[in-house]
């Protein structure tokens, strides 16, 4: 939306100019001064002709028109458009900074004596021609009152429409009594949450939502105006602040289930897990709305790393809709609940908004909603962030803000309504920045006044949301809004008193969606479970059928020579020698669990070709550029291959997979790292989610992270995915960490994922030069028998009693022992593969350990001492005697040089077969 500066410093002539040029072609002109002139052709049309004050020196047009002083108003109505946001008044507590919105009369060269005077412009604003003074009046009322709304970067103008509609033709429209008694009984129920908590539970660490109480009649509307808009099912994310009240006034959770965590005597399962504090557990619900309508209701668990749930949430919701509607995105709504200094400085809010269009990531459009406390535990506002508002990043996509004020309470309702509505309307992401205060410290133990004595001698003074209205409903309501108010007011009081009685609650009846029936029947992994894997081979004909599928394309399509001749090879390597390659392997499975009709996602930096270019799923037409994916025809009614770049992000997109696995157990989920040293840049989703989410939150995942790994002298960021610090991780079966050699191993692995009876995030440290390593290849007979192979003994070796030496070794290290041992005839050493580090095979190495019963073991890894598996062995494996060969000890994960490189391996192989 522009101001057309530039047109009131022109002539009026150029002015006419342009309005001929509309009436002969509207839509050769600019958006903004079509709806200008559309604006007059409505009001000639319904035949109110233009009226100037007597004291204008206007330059009036042939048909009567003053058009300079019309474009003036046309400005003024843009610029409140455009910067009302910055002089409403949203702040409850304090007066606000001055953001220079420069909206005076004057700056559009209008003045007082203007005021009287009727202008056409008024229509465009839906007041017909009226004077400045109702115009002026009406614009404060829409864009400068307790909502200012933020939207002036929308470059769609059927948005800027809808959104101008709403604010200046809707907005003002009184509410209905049933709506207020909804938002008193809201209201009511939040403060009585808190007031009942400050009595029986006095300083006991909570996170109220005292000053942002208005939060519950939010969501209400929000989740009551999505129900009557398609939605079934809503997914919210949110921090610890205001949870427990969210959970028994939004989600239904009764009081005397949320009390039993606070006073100890909820039932604790040990088996399933150490548990978690209790505003960090997730809740499921089954709810009927005001209008009687059914919707179910998410919250998902989180930690206290604020803003690392907003991932997970958007990629349940996408796996939701993908699962269960179709991938009819209407269906499903993912709520994003965030504090003001989070959503300012959590780098991952970027992350998951530079999704929200990405076809990989696209789940609808998310609502954002800021509890704004203007401050963020001690920290000032000013010193927090840079931009103007906390929710400024909404500008990047082009997402609206309707910032409002958290007292006004019917206020904050109409802007719910909008936001939902929008929502589905456009499928676009849009933000409610609902600027409240903290009533107490950063928990209930904590004073503000160290740092705030201003602000919390302001607050202590301030009334709660739920007196303001009730005094608003009071003072300025009709009669049947008083007696309302009364009633309300003596209800809230009564259900207090209950709630201190202990008067029982009935909870909620629930029905399970199909995938959490799934995850019901599923059980829970032993330490027996890891003795041996699941068959997971498929037959012969199964193997033939995918992999010829694999290896065609339809006539019409050209890929590039260099792709031919690399199916062409592997389909000779097949005929030839009855072998099957790395990527093959890898596509194979995924097909088998395809054509099985279960899901199999895909996403990560590069994945659909792979960083190595080893994977091709996806081929590309050399002379079109068109997709060909390779996953999508092995037969009718299969599921499709959903296989995605990502963005160039690690924290977010591993979030989303997490987030993605986590709503469905029979999808198969993988995150790819472009290298695995890059993966740290998701460790919070890594400690706080993968790590420990089954044992603090009960929830059991299986995504799979493919971390490229392995020594070749590419330097310190290009060799080490960081296997000591997953393995520093593992107790309690919590994840499978595996380090594969062979094709039909990591086959095995990722078809294991699905045929286990419970799930468990899978961590396989990848090849990346040993991708193409003929010695990696596996026969077909390994496809078609068995399942994953913990434990790989030495085929080289003839007779295990002259066996001096054993060499334990992981991944890439084996081919270069494999080597040497070839090339020295060493039938004294045997190379023995660990393939998955944890859970330990235990049962597999003590028969190893008898079999060679002779010889003195070794560890040999590649990593220096301090990294790799070697402390994680010594640690835990205690039933053998071992040494250890490996790098010295080393701050950088490798060398930088080529040549020291070469040295150190060197040294590692010879000192293996030397020592």
């Not at 919250?299 to 803003?307: A, G, I, Y």
């Not at 909404?394 to 019917?410: K, R, S, T």
């Amino acid at each position: 939306m522009k101001d057309f500066s530039y047109i009131t410093n022109s002539h009026p002539a150029f002015i006419e100019s342009l309005y001929q040029e509309f009436v002969q072609n509207p839509e050769a002109i600019d958006p903004d001064m079509k709806k200008f002139f559309e604006g007059f052709d409505f009001a000639v049309a319904n035949g109110s002709g233009p009226v100037t004050g007597s004291n204008t020196q206007a330059v009036v047009a042939a048909d009567g028109i003053d058009w300079m002083k019309e474009i003036r108003v046309y400005r003024l109505i843009l610029g409140y458009r455009n910067k009302g946001h910055l002089l409403a008044k949203t702040n409850p507590i304090r007066a606000r900074k001055d953001r220079g919105a420069n909206l005076d009369l004057s700056f559009f060269g209008l003045s007082e004596a203007d005021m009287n005077t009727t202008y056409q412009a008024g229509n465009l604003i839906g007041l017909g021609a009226t004077t400045l003074k109702n115009i002026l009046t009406h614009l404060e009322s829409c864009y400068a009152s307790n909502v200012g709304i933020e939207f002036k970067y929308i470059s769609d103008q059927k948005k800027i429409d809808w959104l101008t509609n709403e604010m200046e033709r809707q907005f003002t429209q009184p509410l209905s009594l049933d709506k207020k008694k909804r938002i008193l009984e809201k209201l009511n129920q939040g403060v009585m949450f808190e007031k009942f908590l400050h009595t029986k539970y006095i300083g006991q660490k909570r996170f109220s939502l005292e000053g942002g109480e208005t939060t519950i009649a939010a969501l209400d509307t929000i989740i009551n105006t999505a129900a009557n808009n398609e939605v079934q099912e809503v997914v919210i994310g949110m921090a610890h602040r205001g949870r427990l009240n969210i959970l028994a006034n939004i989600m239904g959770k009764t009081y005397e289930q949320i009390f039993s965590e606070f006073e100890g005597t909820a039932v604790m399962d040990q088996t399933m897990g150490s548990g978690d504090v209790k505003y960090h557990m997730g809740y499921g619900s089954e709810i009927q709305t005001a209008d009687n309508k059914t919707i179910h209701l998410k919250l998902m668990p989180n930690p206290s790393h604020l803003e690392a749930v907003d991932p997970v949430v958007v990629g349940f919701a996408r796996a939701k809709a993908d699962v269960l509607y179709k991938s009819d995105f209407d269906k499903i709504l993912p709520i994003l609940i965030h504090g003001d200094a989070s959503v300012a400085g959590q780098g991952v809010v970027y992350e998951v908004l530079q999704m929200s269009n990405l076809l990989g990531y696209y789940t609808g459009g998310t609502i954002h909603f800021v509890i704004n406390n203007q401050i963020g535990f001690t920290t000032d506002f000013d010193d927090a962030r840079s931009a103007d508002y906390c929710t400024s990043i909404a500008a990047m996509v082009q997402a609206p803000v309707l910032h409002v004020n958290g007292d006004d309470a019917e206020a904050v309702v109409k802007c719910a309504e909008i936001a939902t509505r929008y929502r589905q309307e456009f499928n676009s992401d849009i933000f409610i920045d609902m600027v409240c205060y903290r009533k107490h410290g950063h928990n209930e133990g904590d004073d503000p006044k160290y740092t705030q004595p201003q602000l919390y001698a302001l607050i202590d003074k301030h009334q709660n949301p739920r007196e303001i209205y009730t005094q608003f409903l009071m003072q300025n309501g009709e009669s049947d809004a008083q007696q309302l108010a009364k009633e309300m007011e003596k209800k809230f009081w009564a259900d207090l008193q209950e709630r201190l009685d202990e008067v029982k609650q009935n909870p909620l009846p629930y029905k399970y969606q199909q995938p959490e029936l799934v995850w019901k029947s599923l059980g829970k992994a032993t330490e027996e479970s890891f003795d041996h894997s699941p068959i997971t081979a498929i037959a012969e004909t199964e193997v033939k059928r995918l992999f010829n599928n694999l290896m065609q394309w339809p006539a019409d399509f050209k890929p590039l020579k260099k792709v031919e001749k690399l199916l062409q090879d592997k389909i000779k390597l097949l005929e030839t020698e009855q072998k099957i390659d790395w990527a093959t392997a890898e596509l194979l499975a995924y097909g088998s669990i395809l054509v099985e009709g279960n899901i199999v996602r895909m996403s990560g930096q590069d994945v659909k070709r792979g960083t190595f270019s080893h994977r091709h799923a996806i081929l590309r037409d050399e002379n079109t550029n068109v997709e060909y994916n390779r996953l999508n025809h092995f037969q009718e009614n299969q599921e499709k291959f959903r296989i995605y770049n990502s963005l160039l992000s690690e924290y977010g997109v591993l979030g989303f997979e997490y987030g993605y696995a986590m709503a469905n157990p029979n999808a198969l989920v993988i995150w790819e790292a472009q290298f695995g040293d890059f993966c740290n840049g998701a460790q919070t989703m890594i400690d706080q989610f993968i790590a420990a989410g089954e044992q603090k939150w009960q929830r059991q995942n299986g995504v799979v992270m493919l971390l490229p790994h392995g020594y070749e002298g590419q330097g310190p960021e290009h060799s080490s995915a960081r296997l000591e610090r997953f393995l520093q991780m593992c107790a309690e079966l919590n994840m499978v960490i595996t380090n594969i050699t062979t094709a039909a191993n990591l086959f095995h692995a990722l078809r294991r994922q699905l045929s286990w009876n419970f799930r468990k995030p899978m961590i396989n440290f990848s090849p990346k030069a040993n991708l193409r390593n003929p010695g990696t290849y596996s026969s077909v007979n390994d496809f078609t028998n068995g399942g994953f192979k913990e434990l790989i003994d030495d085929s080289f070796v003839n007779d295990a009693a002259q066996v001096k030496k054993v060499l334990l070794c992981s991944g890439k290290i084996y081919f270069e022992l494999a080597d040497q041992q070839q090339k020295e005839n060493r039938q004294d050493v045997a190379v023995v593969r660990l393939e998955q580090l944890y859970p330990l095979p235990h049962k597999q190495l003590e028969v190893l350990h008898k079999k060679y019963n002779k010889a003195t073991w070794f560890w040999v890894q590649e990593e220096p001492l301090n990294m790799g598996a070697a402390s994680f062995l010594q640690m835990n494996l205690k039933s053998i005697n071992f040494g250890v060969i490996s790098r010295n000890a080393s701050a950088a994960t490798a060398t930088g040089y080529a040549k020291v490189h070469a040295a150190e391996q060197a040294e590692i192989i010879s000192t293996a077969f030397g020592i």
